[in-house]
């Protein structure tokens, strides 16, 4: 049985510009107590292709909980697209909401994630890079 019940994730920001923050406001249950640390971590996937392009986004720390009901906001800053392949920056790809403790992941959630343009022109002119 797990010490910690995830119990809502919003995603505040959704749909939201690339260069714009990610926002998740997490809420969780303490079944009995945790007498260390929790991480919890954003990791954007930068590429399918290999783990060096992903972008550890933040961190932190929260202190040895007791029994009961949690919530917190998690805001966290984009990815460096400068990190991103070119031919990985549109399309789709994950991030992921990790918990960790003692060094160990025990919660990992996925959020596809699929960037695109937002104007019709840009987005013609790539089909027709791409594509032709």
């Known amino acids: 049985m797990s010490h910690i019940k995830l119990t809502q994730v919003l995603i505040h920001n959704n749909p939201a510009n690339f260069d714009t923050p990610l926002i998740f406001d997490i809420s969780f249950?303490?079944?009995s107590p945790i007498k260390e640390e929790l991480e919890w971590k954003?990791?954007?996937v930068g590429s399918a292709?290999?783990?060096k392009n992903d972008q550890l986004l933040d961190?932190?720390?929260l202190d040895p909980v007791s029994v009961g009901t949690y919530q917190f906001v998690?805001?966290?800053d984009p990815p460096d697209s400068s990190r991103i392949p070119k031919d990985d920056l549109l399309g789709v790809t994950v991030v992921f909401l990790?918990?960790?403790y003692k060094g160990r992941d025990f919660i990992r959630?996925?959020?596809y994630v699929s960037n695109s343009y937002c104007d019709?022109?840009?987005i013609d002119v790539g089909l027709s890079i791409n594509y032709h």
Do not use: K, M, R
């Open 29 to 31: 249950e303490c079944i």
């Open 42 to 44: 954003v990791v954007y």
């Open 49 to 51: 292709d290999s783990e």
């Open 59 to 61: 961190s932190i720390l």
């Open 74 to 76: 998690f805001e966290v």
């Open 98 to 100: 990790i918990c960790a």
């Open 109 to 111: 959630l996925g959020y």
């Open 120 to 122: 019709q022109e840009l």
